[in-house]
């Protein structure tokens, strides 16, 4: 009997260091708080738009269409934290920057165009060309001038919107263009939001980049002991730029998105404190904030979780004014929770359980 007990006690400790542990038990506690709350929380409908496609409806659906832009950035905002050891908080800055310029191109100089003055995916490849030099112009300043990420990004975090604003002249360009409404929408006849079909296809793509690459093992040793990583033949500099030009990629893809959902552009809402959450996403995903090791399907239930607990917090009438600082608390004690210190803490208290039980 006691064999037993110290068998499972042996398997809840490995359990407890496993790093999806942390983000998928907070996952399942918001999930079973909001059943009970709420019986019909899982529920999932299909019904039809008001052009007659059938989409899927539900909290669920909803949680999976809104939080697959956090869990895009996440991707981007993963390999950074690995490589520099630091945060990039100008991506929802850089989000303005990249939606403006994809409109823009659309566009072009009427702001209200009957037609698309240039194809959807030139567009989208401008902005993602624009996006990636401005993540490169960060990773510059931290690889090579080597200034600490969260200041050398505050330069982008402060005068990002207005350069978004500057590249229509501060007008609000809108597209009308049916075909443009699918990114952030519905596809006709795909009942699945086009959102979360981004995200998974970026997700597969890093997958496989990560599977088939040394990319995972250079950022992780750069992150670790930039100077070790050096000896070893690898270019610490080039790595961390590498992060922030695909961070960049990251949020060319979430502007497009952005700017799809409602056709046009607001420079000072759109993206707003996205940045933060895909950091708390990071972090609640149990990467080291400090760089090295990191686990990317982690952070992108992280990302996930975020927005779980925002739709939570909104699902119970929680004050828009009030809803950073209960997101603030919640998202703080998972963090803690999730921190290696905390769960080796949590290993030896159940260790010391298992031998006074033996005793």
Avoid at 55 to 69: A, K, P, W
Avoid at 157 to 170: D, P, Q
Avoid at 186 to 203: D, E, F, H, N, W
Wanted: contains cysteine; charged residues 10%.
């Amino acid at each position: 009997m006691g064999a037993t007990k110290t068998n499972n006690g042996n398997i809840f400790s490995k359990l407890i260091k496993q790093q999806l542990f942390i983000p998928l038990a907070a996952l399942l506690i918001l999930i079973i708080f909001n059943l009970i709350m709420d019986p019909s929380f899982l529920k999932i409908t299909l019904g039809y738009n008001n052009i007659g496609n059938p989409v899927l409806s539900g909290y669920i659906i909803r949680i999976l269409d809104n939080g697959s832009e956090v869990a895009i950035l996440a991707i981007g905002m993963t390999l950074v934290t690995a490589a520099s050891g630091g945060q990039d908080i100008s991506v929802g800055a850089a989000v303005a920057i990249a939606g403006s310029v994809l409109l823009r191109v659309l566009c072009g100089s009427n702001t209200h165009p009957e037609t698309l003055q240039a194809p959807i995916i030139v567009g989208f490849l401008v902005s993602c060309l624009v996006a990636m030099l401005f993540g490169a112009f960060n990773g510059v300043l931290v690889a090579y001038f080597k200034i600490q990420p969260m200041v050398a990004t505050l330069i982008l975090y402060t005068a990002g919107r207005s350069i978004a604003a500057w590249v229509n002249n501060n007008e609000l360009p809108i597209i009308s263009e049916a075909s443009f409404g699918y990114f952030g929408g519905y596809i006709p006849g795909i009942p699945v939001p086009t959102p979360l079909i981004i995200a998974v296809a970026c997700m597969v793509a890093i997958g496989l980049v990560l599977k088939f690459t040394n990319l995972r093992l250079y950022t992780q040793a750069v992150g670790i002991n930039e100077s070790s990583s050096k000896l070893n033949g690898l270019n610490p500099q080039l790595i961390k730029l590498l992060s922030f030009v695909i961070l960049g990629i990251c949020v060319a893809v979430v502007g497009l998105i952005k700017v799809s959902r409602n056709s046009t552009i607001n420079y000072s809402v759109i993206a707003k404190d996205i940045e933060m959450d895909a950091i708390l996403a990071v972090a609640l995903g149990g990467n080291a904030l400090g760089g090295g090791k990191f686990s990317m399907a982690a952070s992108i239930i992280g990302a996930y979780v975020i927005q779980l607990l925002t739709t939570t917090l909104f699902k119970f009438k929680v004050p828009s004014d009030a809803l950073p600082a209960y997101k603030a608390v919640v998202v703080i004690i998972l963090v803690v929770i999730s921190a290696p210190v905390v769960r080796e803490w949590f290993s030896s208290m159940i260790k010391k359980f298992q031998t006074k039980e033996v005793a």
